[in-house]
């Protein structure tokens, strides 16, 4: 589970929603409102519930946060919310214990873990308020909250930041922001130099920094492999020259579904590893020991040859072209998970059961023999401590044991069949999955098949999904939603993408006004917008036009007129490109030299050299197949010549393209990618609009990649249905895989309440956006896919 989208699932079976969403699991054991004087406002937003006094707040100081583990959280509201009322200070809290669960798990975003109650004081009270509530709070525990100081011992920190909420867009995109001396400038968490002097925390902070202690693991060249909110995993060099993995448990952070907390899972761990070190199975404990307010466990470093990383190097489907029988891929796969099944039975016959047996906790060695990584799921003689820890699709979510992981084995041998297939929609898309990949490997026919969705069926799938009531997004869309500003109202992953393809498929005029002025209220009412066709607010009046309201369309330009810093690279998706085509687009809508000629001079500073930009990657979101696309297009509506910057901009994507057997793949750092966001495919639709013609290796190239067959996702950014564009780009619609590509488009359909649903990012939850969801997919079964994504993305004049 991601931290990016796994939290953004747990307040919905279906679709991605916070854990504060309307009906989710985690509103259980909801806080009583404090008794608050007559006069003072009460409010929800968010996981938050808010009480202050009637008189505004100040727009930043020195905010009080009070931690406390899920178990103290009532007794933190209800102590804190007296102290704040007996001072007059205004507060929040979070609205029930779940809550307070769901964000201290071990996958919860870091910058929320720990805060229960957040509280407003005006500078000349805080020394009092903080110490009514060093007194009240005795013997409430927490996890740290990062980068804060902390008052003693007590669960209360201290952090300068906004009292109401504001944002500000920067090179980074829209950030939280703070006004100072009327000013706005970005509020960074923790206590830097921006903080405002106060002599009661000025106090605290140099009292804090007295108390960090300076040991350090004796560890060199270390390299952060990943981060959650349980602390962070290392790889590096320990001082007998060693390398190793260290694994760190943050103290009272991380819980698992049981409250368990990191540092228990990771004594477990380590006593596991105690327990089989000599067995050659898993990795050999080095030291285990606490560093200031986290537990620490070095374990030998046994190399990163995961299965994953093996079937993304040798599954031939993965790289088409690669002859199967030459490959000895089924061979191997038959090794495989006997060296699995020698390991387990090594484990357990230790008394170990490893209860998270999945393809990234297996790393196969050298001499082909199997080591387990990652044992804090684990049970010990039958006694695990964790639960909820465990990927899904490989565990049952049981108590760990013998049988289970042998179960899991199973899984892991349909995964390296086919990578997605242990998180099918169903047990008939499962089969066909599988079928489909024995066929790609030459094992077996593959007959009955399962029928592909049909358009209609998907438009009306998502009309049925529409919730007028929403303030974020009138459809299930991407979890970009809830954690990027106005990403629920985009292009690529929200609400003006859904409308846009379906206007295009011709859907009820009726909706669709409604649905363009619920997209400009929503537009013009949101914090300010990130710049960007795709991405950000100028996608969104492009959209806004298209549905025939040019009026909302110009006022969300105005909004993006405040000063903001120039976009940093050329591309489509955030960038000068994607812009200038917005402006371009609605100068012709209404007639505006103004805007055209913003659009003139975004079009004229298109880079027209062989140097790639800085941040390129190949595909139509970074890469040179967007900025081809969009010159094209600008070409076309303003009269120019930018034929150009089109074939320039191309160029910088061939120049990545790398050939892998029969495929031409974009190169991202060490991945090569057929996809049409990321990757080559891009190139074959940019070429195709843009009237670019390839040499015949290279059309040979993106023929063969288009017809990737393991893929593990159905959208249209980074999946199946990007392919079928692709693939009908570079053929004039005779790509001989075209008809499977679309067919196999069944395995991200389900259904929801009767009807047909779209698996989106991680085949987690049913989605209806542009980029990974059912709208894409609706582009790639257009009778001519090419120019439905082009009439969907602005790239038709």
């Known amino acids: 589970m991601g931290v990016d989208w796994g939290f ?20 259980r054991g909801h806080f009583s409102d404090p008794a608050v004087p007559d006069g003072w406002i009460s ?6 519930r808010s009480h202050r006094p009637a008189s505004p707040l100040s727009p930043s100081g020195w ?6 583990h899920p178990d103290h959280a009532a007794r933190a509201v209800e102590h804190t919310a007296r102290v704040c009322v ?30 229960v109650v957040v509280c407003y004081p005006e500078p000349d009270t805080l020394e009092d308020l903080c110490s009514g509530l060093v007194e009240a709070l005795s013997g409430i525990e927490g996890p740290d909250i990062v980068g804060e100081p902390r008052i003693g011992t007590s669960p209360v920190y201290l952090r300068y930041g906004a009292f109401s909420g504001e944002w500000m867009v920067t090179d980074d995109g829209v950030v939280p922001a703070m006004r100072c001396d009327g000013e706005l400038e970005q509020d960074r968490r923790g206590s830097g130099d921006h903080c405002r002097s106060h002599p009661y925390a000025d106090a605290v902070v140099d009292d804090y920094r007295r108390t960090l202690t300076a040991a350090t693991l004796p560890l060199r060249d270390a390299r952060l492999i990943h981060r959650t909110n349980a602390g962070g995993v290392y790889r590096g060099t320990w001082e007998d020259g060693r390398a190793v993995i260290v694994k760190e448990a943050r103290h009272r952070a991380g819980l698992d579904l049981d409250r368990i907390a990191a540092p228990v899972r990771l004594a477990h761990e380590h006593a596991a590893l105690q327990r089989l070190s000599g067995l050659g199975v898993e990795p050999e404990p080095i030291w285990y020991g606490t560093i200031g307010p986290s537990d620490f466990l070095a374990m030998e470093d046994v190399g990163v040859a995961t299965l994953v990383h093996h079937q993304a190097r040798r599954h031939p489907a993965v790289i088409p072209g690669i002859d199967v029988q030459a490959s000895g891929y089924a061979r191997w796969i038959d090794d ?23 393809p990234a906790n297996v790393v196969i060695q050298e001499h082909g023999s199997a080591t387990l990584i990652d044992f804090e799921s684990c049970s010990i003689d039958g006694v695990a401590c964790s639960r909820g820890i465990a990927a899904a699709g490989y565990s049952n979510g049981g108590p760990p044991t013998p049988a289970g992981d042998l179960a899991a084995v199973d899984n892991i041998a349909d995964a390296l069949l086919h990578p997605a297939a242990a998180n099918a929609v169903s047990a008939a898309v499962r089969a066909d999955m599988l079928a489909g990949a024995r066929a790609d490997l030459g094992l077996a026919p593959h007959s009955n098949r399962l029928p592909g969705p049909t358009a209609a069926a998907i438009a009306d799938g998502i009309r049925r999904t529409t919730t007028f009531d929403a303030p974020d997004s009138l459809f299930p869309v991407d979890h970009r939603r809830f954690h990027v500003p106005g990403a629920g109202l985009s292009l690529l992953w929200g609400t003006a993408g859904v409308l846009v393809e379906l206007h295009r498929c011709g859907a009820d005029r009726a909706l669709l006004d409604a649905g363009a002025t619920w997209l400009a209220k929503a537009a013009l009412a949101a914090p300010p917008l990130p710049s960007g066709f795709g991405d950000g607010g100028h996608g969104i009046a492009w959209a806004l036009a298209a549905l025939g309201d040019h009026a909302s369309a110009e006022q969300v330009l105005e909004r993006l007129d405040d000063g903001r810093p120039e976009p940093a690279g050329p591309w489509w998706r955030n960038g000068t490109a994607g812009i200038a085509l917005a402006y371009a687009h609605i100068a012709r809508a209404t ?3 103004d805007l055209r000629d913003r659009a003139l001079a975004l079009t004229e500073s298109l880079p027209r050299t062989r140097t790639r930009p800085v941040g390129h990657i190949p595909g139509i979101g970074f890469g040179g197949a967007g900025v081809a696309c969009a010159a094209h297009a600008l070409g076309l509506l303003l009269g120019g010549d ?3 910057a089109a074939t320039t901009a191309l160029d910088w994507d061939l120049q990545t393209c790398e050939r892998r057997s029969d495929g031409l793949y974009g190169r991202q750092d060490t991945v090569l990618l057929p996809y049409l966001g990321r990757g080559s495919g891009g190139l074959a639709v940019a070429a195709k609009l843009c009237g670019i013609e390839l040499d015949a290796d290279a059309v040979a190239g993106l023929a063969a990649a288009a017809a990737t067959p393991i893929v593990a996702f159905g959208g249209l950014y980074e999946g199946r249905a990007g392919l079928a564009v692709a693939a009908h780009a570079i053929s004039d619609g005779a790509h ?12 991200s359909v389900g259904s929801v309440d009767g009807s047909l649903a779209f698996k989106g990012d991680q085949n987690a939850r049913y989605t209806t956006d542009l980029a990974t969801g059912a709208a894409g997919a609706l582009i790639a079964l257009a009778q001519d896919p090419v120019t439905a994504f082009a009439s969907s993305c602005g790239f038709s004049a």
Not at 343 to 357: E, I, R, S, Y
């Open 736 to 747: 001989p895989y075209l008809p499977e590509l679309t067919r196999r488009l069944c395995w």
């Open 63 to 68: 905010k009080v946060h009070v931690s406390a």
């Open 642 to 644: 930018t034929s150009t």
């Open 336 to 358: 495989v998970l006997d060296a699995v099944r020698r390991a387990l039975a090594v484990m357990h016959t230790a008394g170990v059961a490893h209860g998270d047996v999945h």
């Open 43 to 48: 409010s929800d937003s968010g996981p938050w």
């Open 8 to 27: 953004f699932a747990l307040g919905h079976a279906q679709y991605f929603a916070p854990p504060w969403a309307e009906g989710s699991p985690w509103l």
């Open 591 to 593: 007639g505006r030299e």
């Open 86 to 115: 007996d001072h007059g200070v205004a507060f929040k809290h979070l609205r029930s214990s779940g809550l307070a669960h769901a964000l201290q798990m071990k996958f919860a975003p870091t910058a929320h873990s720990g805060k």
